[in-house]
């Protein structure tokens, strides 16, 4: 098979989705044996692409990326338009994979994109109109797709039951866990034990209820949110997970969670949010509470540190499942099927 495929999310500093497409292009060509061929493509803003450049260094893909001046708005005419088709800038493929940045048009070949998660169109009141119009737009676009991958049952569960897609077009490729978290290495030094929690100002995310109950732990466990570090580039996080005592993730809902996993990998035990969206994550391998209730969060925290030999224990076993490899080998599974 030809396969081209949108990774124009690399154009801007990576966050989960970006990680997501990085892992997948790697486990494609590690599963794939020198039996396929991938093409990373689509217009990027002159701005990202350095940013883009750098992410695909040393990734063994043909590139057919083109530097335009505005990314954004020849992404969304392009989308719009409909034309020129891919083929123009890419050549003849097997298998068009898009994602929610934008949906360019085809003449032939199999037609693939990825749903993260539909949180935009059940949360529109907390994010912003452009957000929840691009996810919309993707969502809709989906249908029309032979495949659509996802990182979660919960979420194939969802997609069948928002968008109406069936079951059958669907494949849940769980992320896999880069090689950079593993229990040894450089260790975050803050002078005391530390928690350890991804959670921002996002709804989502839900740092507030985690300062509230930081409020009812007493000072005996320092809390380390990202929100409060910035930008932390993806090489640096294994340090942050290694120091901490805990780690602690409440968010009110999610696409899977793959931080949990990383935590775990890193030797360091769970407290998470039992929303069922975050069950693969967390396995039973991980504290669950309410993510609404800051007393539930502190008690979930002082048990975790109370059984954390335990804890890490469960959280390595589960973590070896997460391989990018399985994430590759089901992309190339699913459009194979789909062609």
Known sequence: MRIAY???????????????ILGTLKGMLAAANG???????????????????EALSGIAVERRTATVPF????????????????ERFIGDFDVLHFTDW??????????ATMIHDLGPLHFPEHLHARTVRMHTTNAREARRCDVVFTNADYTARDIVETIGIPRERIRVATPGVDEVFRPEGERHDVGRPYAFTTATGDWRKNLGAVRTAWRLLGDDLALVALAELGFVEHG??????????????????????IPVVEAMACGVPCVVSSHPSLDEASGEAAIRVDPQDPEAIAAGVREAVARR???????????????????????????ADAL
Do not use: C, K
Not at 35 to 49: L, N, T
């Open 6 to 20: 949108d990774v124009t999310p690399l154009s801007h500093p990576r966050t989960g989705v970006g990680n997501y």
């Open 35 to 53: 039996e396929h061929e991938i093409v990373a493509f689509g217009p990027v803003s002159v701005r990202g692409r350095g940013t883009l450049d």
């Open 71 to 86: 990314g954004h708005a020849v992404r969304r005419a392009w989308s719009g338009l409909g034309r020129p088709p891919a």
């Open 102 to 111: 934008m949906h360019p048009p085809q003449r032939h070949g199999a037609r």
């Open 236 to 257: 640096r996080l294994p340090a942050l997970y290694r120091g901490a005592s805990v780690f602690v993730y409440p968010s009110r809902f999610e696409g899977f969670g």
């Open 309 to 335: 030999d335990e804890l890490v224990r469960l959280g390595f076993e589960h973590a070896r499942r997460f391989t990018w490899a399985e994430t590759g080998r089901i992309h190339l599974q699913g459009y």
